[in-house]
């Protein structure tokens, strides 16, 4: 597995742990999705999460 990947993975783990947060607190399973789908979209809107790499 390659760098990259490495920080994808932990960059969506961090996404559903704040969402598993934020489910637990709202107690509902529709604010965990919400929330998770927000994150991972943000993520990759700023360029955190990359879906392809970058060329050099």
Do not use: T
């Not at 990259?4 to 969402?19: D, S």
């Not at 399973?29 to 790499?53: E, Q, S």
Request: aromatic share 8%; net charge positive; glycine share 10%.
């Amino acid at each position: 597995m390659n760098a990259r990947n490495k920080l994808n993975v932990a960059y969506v783990n961090g996404c559903l742990l704040i969402a598993i947060f934020v489910g637990a607190a709202a107690g509902s399973w529709h604010a965990f999705l919400l929330a998770a789908a927000a994150l991972a979209a943000a993520g990759v809107a700023k360029g955190d999460i990359r879906l392809r790499p970058r060329g050099r």
